[in-house]
């Protein structure tokens, strides 16, 4: 019997429509080979950058439209969305860009030479060619930047994979339209439609990561469901990348000398971090060392000022909503806790922002306080006052890998190279794969040079999933040897035909 999906209101609860039916073994199995058919239409790079503009082209067309539909299922507001699909239609323009200029082929040539040491060396060319289907599993949190047309999406067309999406539950309505978009956008550009493919349920999530011709997966989503499709992708007869962002806690560490220079204005900027969005961003400051002390405590008086004014905001979803509601309360409930702005319900299904107030010496050995320890998604930080270097450093030393680390820092210790700054940033990047000086987390630019992945349970690899470099998590790189020229792919010959950046016997062109 088919299982109804459904649209559903965040700010009433109320159903609105319904979009279609969860996805059964036999239909997840078909939309995988569907996918794969395409895989050769997608080998052609001028296609698959034209396909990316058309998709960026398609969003912007309707935006009115997707935006509508998106905050009717997420309740995240005209303003904050109009701006995601403006970066999700960048996203989708730069990894054309990147298709372009085809710098993340890698090729390598090293001729032939019978004199070289210690033994001759053949003709060796070396480049990256597309794993095969991808499947990406929808955010929750980001309907469209990390959704159907996002960055997964994205990176896995531009290294010539073709894609089936499985959409969140919290925004089914805007994932049939955004697919639908992309899907058409195929068809302008000459691929099949299948080059993506969209599909509902939680049947469909678990048979995905299975399929035998499923050769990657990306996720973004909580820690339990991440890592129980990572485990399934590993456990395959033959086993497959899962590049998946799970959670991240995101510390800040504020010096002695920064709070004492600026205390009031940092105290606000966290209180605008956490909030943002509601606390529904994976790099919202979770965890906040806060120095003893008067210039702390100005800090903290500052904090709770904006945290007082700050809106209240609806959450994705029930589920979410009471698991906010209930990680807040206990995390208040732990003895010597303080909450000087409690977290709670607000009119409607909204709920109130807040934060909590522990020791460092509380933190620093395993016990009742761990709670404090892992990501409350909304909401909510937790301040922690530290006294002295050794009480900082033992907190530090607990944490988990994450998305981001952040440390404001003084003036004159900010110049200091061999200072007590460079000591905590060497801390910190050991932690996560973001660093940042003097700002906060939320908020990841789409630039070449970014990283937004880290450590376990941040990320189950080493890759980013925004930036340039996220289309290598969906390539493998292939050598031929002593390959007849007539052989060889177009971007492995001596004539370079297709204008590529390669390395030819050591030297880069």
């Not at 994976?282 to 702390?296: D, F, N």
């Not at 109130?352 to 016990?367: F, H, K, M, N, S």
């Not at 061999?418 to 990047?429: I, N, S, W």
Request: proline share 8%; with cysteine.
């Amino acid at each position: 019997m088919a299982v109804p999906v459904w649209s559903v209101d965040p700010r009433t609860g109320k159903r609105r429509e319904e979009v279609g039916t969860e996805a059964t073994p036999e239909e997840v199995d078909a939309a995988v080979r569907a996918a794969a058919t395409a895989l050769p239409a997608l080998a052609d790079r001028s296609v698959r950058s034209r396909l990316l503009r058309a998709a960026a082209g398609a969003l912007e067309e309707s935006a009115e439209a997707v935006i509508a539909a998106a905050d009717a299922e997420t309740a995240l507001g005209v303003p904050r969305l109009t701006g995601e699909l403006a970066r999700t239609a960048f996203q989708l323009r730069a990894f054309a860009g990147v298709v372009d200029e085809g710098g993340y082929l890698e090729v390598i040539i090293d001729h032939a030479d019978p004199a070289a040491r210690p033994v001759p060396r053949p003709d060796l060319r070396r480049y990256k060619i597309p794993l095969g289907v991808v499947a990406v599993y929808a955010a929750s949190n980001f309907p469209l930047a990390f959704s159907v047309p996002g960055g997964d999406t994205a990176s896995a067309l531009a290294a010539g994979c073709p894609v089936v999406v499985k959409a969140h539950p919290d925004h089914p309505a805007t994932s049939a339209l955004t697919a639908e978009l992309l899907r058409r956008a195929a068809v302008r550009t000459g691929l099949p439609a299948d080059t993506v493919v969209l599909l509902h349920g939680f049947t469909a999530g678990v048979e995905l990561v299975r399929h035998p011709l499923v050769a990657a997966a990306g996720f973004t989503g909580s820690i339990p469901g991440g890592r129980a499709l990572f485990d399934a992708a590993t456990a395959r007869p033959r086993p497959i990348p899962f590049y998946g962002e799970l959670g991240s806690l995101n510390p800040v560490v504020v010096t002695e000398a920064a709070a004492a220079e600026r205390a009031e204005r940092i105290g606000t900027g966290l209180a605008g971090s956490f909030t943002l969005g509601s606390g529904q961003f994976c790099t919202k400051p979770g965890l906040v060392l806060v120095p003893s002390g008067a210039a702390g405590d100005r800090l903290v008086a500052a904090l709770t000022g904006a945290t007082r004014d700050a809106a209240p905001g609806v959450l994705l979803d029930s589920r979410m909503r009471d698991n906010f509601l209930n990680g807040a309360a206990a995390r208040a409930a732990l003895p010597a806790v303080t909450a000087p702005v409690g977290p709670g319900d607000a009119d409607g299904l909204a709920v109130r922002p807040g934060y909590v107030v522990a020791q460092a010496c509380d933190l620093a050995a395993e016990g009742a306080y761990d709670l404090l320890l892992d990501e409350c998604f909304g909401p909510l930080t937790v301040v922690v006052r530290y006294t002295g270097q050794e009480e900082l450093a033992a907190v530090l030393d607990r944490l988990p890998g994450n998305l981001t680390a952040t440390a404001h820092l003084g003036a004159a210790e900010a110049a200091q190279e061999d200072g007590p700054a460079a000591v905590l940033l060497a801390r910190l990047t050991a932690l996560a794969g973001r660093v940042l000086v003097d700002g906060w987390p939320t908020g990841v630019a789409v630039a070449p040079a970014q990283h937004h992945g880290g450590p376990y349970p941040a990320t189950t690899s080493t890759a980013t999933s925004v930036g340039a470099t996220a289309v290598d998590r969906w390539l493998r790189p292939v050598a031929y040897q002593d390959t007849p020229p007539a052989l060889l792919p177009l971007e492995l010959r001596d004539a370079n035909p297709l204008g590529l950046p390669r390395r030819v016997d050591g030297v880069r062109q």
